[in-house]
């Protein structure tokens, strides 16, 4: 099954005025977790909205045969858990891992009640995330269905790159297993298409992360 990611999400700090975003920072709790840990688990109350203020986070869903499959990641100034602003009892959809060490300010329901009915900006806000969210189940449908692993896995390096930084040269910080998991394949997979981009000197492959190299070269593959 294919899988997109997200790279430009809308920031909740784009749509408050100076003061607010400044009041935003002060009175939200902030929270910092370490590579690797779990920030909430899927079925879990959604009881906070959390705003990325540096590092990585991935969302993961387990399929009904127990397989991970990561949704999106996201970066500085992004939020997930926007489940906390539909109404009470609402449940973590997917899960949420520090892909990196990670810093969050985590806005709790009545807070975020409160934003948005001082600010009509915040409902239309939170209306575009979750139309992001339709749009990218839509490009999964797509993907599944008419691209090839191959090409699934280049384009997921491609918006990791993106995602990690502009430099010419950007570490990856994932592993195989976690880009099969993006791009809806297998371990082996990602691991034949690496190894031949490898050898082609358009990746470095190193323990834990990937390297992309000339990203032209793999722009022009992944079309």
């Given at each position: 099954m294919g899988q997109t990611l997200s790279v430009a999400s809308p920031s909740l700090f784009g749509v408050l005025p100076e003061d607010e975003r400044r009041a935003l920072v002060t009175t939200a709790r902030r929270r910092r977790f370490q590579r690797r840990d779990t920030v909430f688990h899927e079925g879990d109350p959604g009881e906070t909205l959390h705003v990325i203020v540096s590092g990585l986070v991935s969302i993961r869903v387990t399929t009904p045969l127990g397989d991970i499959v990561t949704l999106t990641v996201l970066g500085p100034e992004e939020c997930f858990g926007e489940l906390a602003a539909i109404g009470h009892g609402a449940l973590r959809s997917a899960s949420a891992v520090a892909t990196t060490a990670l810093e969050t300010l985590s806005i709790g329901r009545a807070q975020l009640d409160e934003l948005r009915a001082r600010?009509?900006?915040?409902?239309?806000?939170?209306?575009?995330?979750?139309?992001?969210?339709?749009?990218?189940?839509?490009?999964?449908?797509?993907?599944?269905?008419?691209?090839?692993?191959?090409?699934r896995?280049?384009?997921?390096?491609?918006?990791?790159?993106d995602i990690c930084g502009d430099d010419d040269q950007v570490a990856l910080p994932f592993t195989q297993e976690e880009i099969a998991s993006m791009a809806?394949?297998?371990?082996?997979?990602?691991?034949?298409?690496?190894?031949?981009?490898?050898?082609?000197?358009?990746?470095e492959l190193g323990r834990g992360h990937i390297t992309v190299m000339d990203r032209a070269a793999l722009e022009h593959l992944a079309r």
């Open positions: 600010l009509p900006g915040v409902d239309r806000f939170l209306i575009e995330v979750l139309a992001q969210q339709v749009r990218r189940l839509d490009e999964h449908l797509l993907e599944a269905l008419y691209v090839a692993a191959d090409k896995i280049l384009r997921r390096l491609l918006l990791l790159r809806g394949t297998t371990r082996p997979t990602v691991n034949r298409v690496l190894t031949h981009l490898r050898e082609e000197g358009l990746v």
